[in-house]
């Protein structure tokens, strides 16, 4: 479990075809002090297992699946990607609760750098909008956003300077895709009073 305020970036040194799904290098710099084989860490939104470390360089193993759902196996060398280590009893719960498990790939529609914020807006297959509420939460390639206007299959957040300088969202520009997470409690309360209306 996660909270989506990111707490580093890391960097692809490889990303290699490994038993029908993908084997993964990163660096983590710092960060790996903190981290032991075998633990979760979010990139880019998706829950990893740590599966060795060596100075500031981890491995991941891939599923087929995962690299199918999200945006793992489009990531190239030397690109840059959110990294939060999994939350625990004291942590501080910035954000909302993420799970790391990516619901759908979106695709940023548009994305204006202004001052004091900058707006994204992202569209989504038309069939998530049901999890989708003004003012709710969504994981954006692992940060926890607010979401500002939300339409058919098109959402807006607005980003304080400090989300963007601080994540892969400097880099981000029109077209690139992303992985989401929508809200857990949201997707509940969905099957929740949806089983509840068939009975």
């Given at each position: ?141 692992g940060v926890s ?24 969202f400097s880099n ?28």
């Amino acid at each position: 479990m996660f909270t989506g305020l990111i707490q580093g970036l890391g960097r692809i040194n490889s990303l290699s075809p490994h038993n029908e799904g993908a084997l993964a290098s990163l660096f983590v710099g710092a960060m790996s002090s903190e981290i032991s084989i075998g633990d979760s860490i979010s990139v880019n939104g998706v829950c990893s297992t740590v599966k060795t470390i060596s100075d500031d360089i981890i491995t991941i193993d891939y599923l087929s699946e995962t690299l199918k759902k999200t945006t793992i196996g489009s990531l190239r060398d030397n690109d840059a990607v959110n990294l939060e280590l999994a939350m625990t009893l004291n942590t501080k719960m910035g954000g909302h609760m993420v799970q790391g498990h990516v619901d759908c790939v979106g695709r940023i529609e548009s994305f204006e750098l202004k001052d004091p914020w900058s707006v994204v807006c992202i569209e989504f297959p038309e069939d998530f909008g049901k999890f989708l509420v003004e003012k709710g939460s969504i994981s954006v390639d692992g940060v926890s956003l607010t979401l500002v206007d939300v339409q058919k299959s098109l959402f807006s957040c607005h980003l304080i300077p400090h989300t963007v300088e601080n994540t892969v969202f400097s880099n981000y520009k029109k077209d690139d895709k992303v992985n989401l997470e929508f809200d857990i409690v949201g997707k509940y309360l969905y099957k929740f009073y949806s089983q509840t209306q068939k009975n």
